[in-house]
């Protein structure tokens, strides 16, 4: 049984030469997806990044608007008492 690579020998010179651009092209895309993952990579580092940063603010934002909260109901109930 021949193998591929025979089968690809015995081939016209023009299927060869075919096949040979085609490997090229589809090694040219190959390395084009790669730096689009690349790419992708880096910027979901950045957005993992960005939320550990947003994650860690969480709490002391939660804890801002709490005493937020209590000045407002504090100051609402200063106005009442002043009419």
Do not use: C
């Amino acid at each position: 049984m021949p193998t591929p690579n025979d089968r690809f020998l015995e081939g016209s010179p023009y299927r060869a030469s075919q096949l040979e651009e085609k490997v090229r092209e589809w090694e040219q895309k190959a390395r084009e997806m790669s730096v689009v993952i690349m790419r992708q990579t880096d910027e979901l580092a950045k957005l993992s990044k960005a939320v550990r940063v947003v994650g860690a603010k969480n709490p002391q934002l939660k804890e801002e608007n709490t005493r937020m909260d209590k000045v407002s109901h504090l100051k609402e109930a200063l106005e009442e008492k002043e009419q």
